[in-house]
């Protein structure tokens, strides 16, 4: 485990828009800080201070209690107020109203953006027009960065990343956390194979240096960590695979499957899961199974992003204050 | 009126399921802790911190904007954070993703979890699962304990409730208030007469310890606090009575019912009430009316309740964090 | 620019109703307060205490993501506690219960209610009913005083208003904007031309001692500052015009009008502005907007009408404890 203290005035930038930006360096920093804010959170920490005056707001323009209920518990933990929009009718065909919007937001005294937009690079458009920072929060099938940084979490505390062999399973071709994670965790050192079905996995993803499986059973006896993707029932109205049964069948982790796993597994699931379908519920509720401790983690890696984008603000306002 | 000080290091246990499972004595030293909180309130406290660092979720699977909005208030008045969900589309037919939901809001570091769920032993099936406190705030006909609780305090400040007669009116069959009134009131020595047409009260609510009536104007006389039940008009498709308007003559109290009765008849009614139906106006505003005492009494009894879950909370975590 | 000490003992009453009920010095003594937490904000204020212990109720029944989203975040920047309801679904029309509804939420503590309704003087009645403070936020086509409020501090903070020209745009007949900036405009010394479709100007509003117009070319030259009153599609079913690219022809703001307008001229709209119609991206986006300016101000203007009904509040309490 990495000295937080070697990492706390290591800057992520204005914005929080992918992994794909971000160096190996600035993935230990954030996850140095969420790790220092689980120490605090432990130690009876009760509601902290550090982002005393910070406004946030949630712009959520696809529907998601989980991750914005996280956020919103993240920042007020840390002391700042939050604002929720969640404007499930909006849309960015009418591009300017969505930046109309998100300015008027920041007008009134917003700091930080946390954006969530069914279109790629929504949030980097926001980025473009604001001066408050902005949390990509789930961009289309781009990138979903807080929550491979929560699942990265969870490993770290169990196992140095670097050298893990972590298995990727489902459908990695609409998987913005498929995504994110993959950029991570080969910085961070990690070998990574994707699984799932043909249909679901496009050829190009080997260009960012993982490798392709189909068959979960082949791979299994050589991964140390699984990380099952959600089956988005409301995407397979183009019946990428023939049927959930089948899918479950092919996919699903069951209890003889961890048997035939390597010792200590880990079994990691981007909620809310399916029982039955990705996993068994004796695998959910078993020994091998981090889902809960990935919620948790949430909170503290989202602390932690909030109150580094927080900093950053602050130091750029103070430099801009000081005479030339 | 009993001193907060006797009752002050009483505990509720973990959870406040219903008041069914309470003594006299935890009753009481609810009824104490509110009215502690009320002379707090009433010498200007403003915000109090007693709950400084404890997160409260609302968790409700039925629409309720003036139950959940009076838990939001109580849990910040005494420095609680707030999180809500209202899962309007959620099912406890899919039984283990309601258990799912609860454990996941959990994780996110929340220590008591407010419950209300149209299934009967749905906050129940939530205590059995998480560590967090649960607070029942309604389960389909079975119980409203924190209804009960400040329809009693609310007598209490006026009448001793020992010995007292009191008259539940209306829809007793599908009434969670109901039940937990008799509850309540029969533990503190109340004599309870439930009365309204043959078809909304079942016989074997005599096994509850209470009489049964249907001529409102016969036992008006004899009680000294009539609690006026909600005609949930939702539920009467099945046409429990004839019409609104005979239910009005026969059971709504008016002005002339008022002068009938004992000298200084208490008048409850949980609302949201329907003006013309359960009461008439001039009642509902007249001098024997407590309805918005009920509200302000909402607010204490379960900035009591959970304080005292909070508490318990505490000392819990506390003898497992000493040596054995 | 008027000291802020001059002023800061006056008081608007024991409710916010309308601009009309108030006299030039209450204006002044509003805009004053509001400049004065824009100087506390600036200077890296955070969260103020000025409301601690304050409750507000945002009582809603028009959807409005905008304005309760600025009296929320003002209500918390200077310390009080808020709480939301927004009751899409009820109507004036049954009148008591609308006042119920409000009492009730008065019970739980409430100090100040925010209300927005369709029906003009719902607030009022509100007023009547309640020992609460009451801010009108809009109802029906009566008064909006804080977005007035907010557009005379805007212009303020740039030019006297007193004999400054300013014409209001577009449908003034549906105009609660329109009307309380009238009102308060002519309370400070302003003149006030209205222009638009002559379907959209009733003959009456001159007796508000405001001139009418119905070309925009021609008041152009003469006034100071132009504020764009919002084209309310879901109101235009009734066709009052032609068709939305004839009034963008006739009234939308181009940057060409602007060059031919005076120096310095000040374009104001309450948002959410239709890009095209009302005025065009360039204009929207130039040097002569003061659009954003608005909505920054809007927070200040809301925390000062708050907090000077709060203070009323304090008073009327304390008078009533003193001995007689």
Do not use: W
């Not at 969530?116 to 990509?136: D, M």
């Not at 289309?140 to 929560?150: I, K």
């Not at 071709?173 to 995504?179: D, E, I, K, P, Y």
């Not at 699984?195 to 993803?205: D, K, Q, V, Y």
């Amino acid at each position: 485990m990495t000295s937080a203290t070697q990492t706390d005035t290591m800057s992520i930038g204005r914005h929080l828009l992918g992994l794909e930006d971000l160096s190996a360096e600035q993935i230990v920093a954030i996850l140095d800080r969420a790790e220092s804010y689980r120490r605090r959170m432990e130690n009876g920490g009760g509601r902290l201070d550090d982002l005393n005056g910070v406004v946030v707001a949630n712009l959520f323009f696809e529907p998601s209690t989980r991750t914005r209920t996280s956020f919103s518990l993240a920042a007020r933990r840390i002391g700042a107020d939050t604002v929720d929009f969640s404007a499930g009718g909006s849309s960015l065909s009418k591009g300017e109203t969505f930046v109309d919007t998100a300015l008027t937001i920041e007008a009134m005294g917003v700091d930080l953006v946390v954006c969530r937009h069914r279109t790629p690079g929504a949030p980097h458009l926001l980025a473009r027009h604001l001066q408050a920072g902005v949390l990509n929060a789930g961009d289309g099938t781009h990138e979903h960065p807080t929550q491979a940084l929560l699942d990265m979490l969870t490993i770290r505390q169990r196992r140095d990343i670097a050298g893990l062999r972590v298995a990727l399973v489902g459908d990695i071709r609409h998987s913005r956390v498929a995504r994110s994670n993959i950029h991570g965790l080969k910085k961070l050192g990690a070998d990574v194979v994707v699984c799932g079905p043909a249909t679901l996995i496009p050829r190009s993803i080997t260009q960012m240096g993982v490798e392709i499986a189909h068959d979960l059973d082949e791979i299994l006896p050589e991964v140390d960590c699984v990380n099952l993707l959600r089956v988005q029932f409301e995407r397979q109205r183009g019946a990428f695979f023939p049927s959930i049964e089948e899918y479950a069948h092919l996919f699903g982790m069951t209890a003889e499957r961890v048997r035939r796993a390597r010792d200590g597994l880990l079994v990691l699931a981007p909620g809310p899961i399916n029982r039955g379908v990705e996993l068994t519920p004796e695998v959910a509720d078993g020994p091998n199974s981090l889902i809960l401790s990935q919620v948790t983690n949430g909170l503290y890696v989202r602390m932690a992003c909030l109150s580094m984008l927080a900093q950053q603000r602050r130091q750029t306002a103070a430099r801009r204050e000081q005479p030339a």
